[in-house]
């Protein structure tokens, strides 16, 4: 069956940077992107970035985000740096279905900011 | 960069009685294959959320048949036609026309009377 499982939450202060993994099984992993979303308490799930496991190819929605992947352990990894409080969120990685939409969910990491 | 709307974003409903939920898009989600990438998700509190409707009416395996998408172009709807317990939660749309990211609504919060 299909899972990705995150990292553990994480406590920063601000202007730290955290990274977040994302470990995938259960289907081919090079043959889908695979996004990251994260949701701020009341708040929908909001668009990090992106990437194509097969070639690294990444887009994000900041310059201070990095997404990477390592093939032989089929994880993707989630970078931000320069945290602000504004920066709290729950952080997801999420399957895109190669048909428009997104199927599985990580089960989500904490990510808090504060000094 | 587009932007989708939903209404209302609150909605009491008493068990048994139908809701709907409307999403509207700031642009044409018909992609240029000619289909239509307009998906609905719920979200229960502490949960991730779960895909209910792909492709503006397709349902995913398991969901029960009171959920039903409809709508064209950039207004579509989520009707559910008789509410039970288990459905509270917050119900977001999610276009996935415009690449390279799926941009999803504010969130419906549906309650349970």
């Known amino acids: 069956q299909v899972q990705l499982v995150q990292s553990g939450a994480e406590v920063k202060t601000p202007g730290a940077s955290v990274k977040v993994s994302c470990k995938a099984s259960?289907?081919?992993?090079?043959?889908?992107?695979i996004h990251w979303y994260r949701q701020a308490p009341g708040h929908g799930p909001e668009w990090v970035g992106r990437?194509?496991?097969?070639?690294g190819a990444a887009r994000s929605f900041q310059g201070r985000v990095s997404i990477t992947r390592d093939t032989s352990i089929t994880t993707v990894y989630m970078e931000m740096s320069r945290l602000t409080s504004d920066d709290t969120a729950v952080y997801y990685c999420?399957?895109?279905?190669?048909?428009?939409?997104?199927?599985?969910w990580g089960q989500g990491t904490l990510v808090t900011v504060s000094s | 960069d587009v932007v989708m709307t939903q209404s209302p974003l609150s909605l009491p409903v008493t068990p048994g009685q139908p809701a709907s939920i409307s999403c509207r898009s700031s642009?044409?989600?018909?992609?240029?294959?000619?289909?239509?990438?307009l998906s609905w998700f719920h979200q229960r509190p502490g949960q991730t959320p779960r895909r209910l409707i792909y492709?503006?009416?397709n349902r995913d395996s398991g969901v029960p048949d009171r959920f039903g998408g409809s709508g064209s172009g950039t207004d579509f709807t989520l009707e559910i036609s008789r509410v039970e317990a288990e459905d509270a939660g917050v119900y977001y749309c999610?276009?996935?026309?415009?690449?390279?990211?799926?941009?999803f609504g504010q969130g419906t919060k549906l309650e349970i009377k």
């Open positions: 999420v399957r895109d279905d190669r048909a428009g939409s997104l199927d599985y």
């Open positions: 259960g289907y081919s992993f090079t043959a889908h992107y």
């Open positions: 990437i194509l496991p097969s070639s």
């Open positions: 642009q044409s989600l018909v992609h240029s294959d000619g289909n239509t990438y």
């Open positions: 492709k503006v009416s």
């Open positions: 999610m276009e996935g026309t415009h690449w390279p990211s799926f941009i």
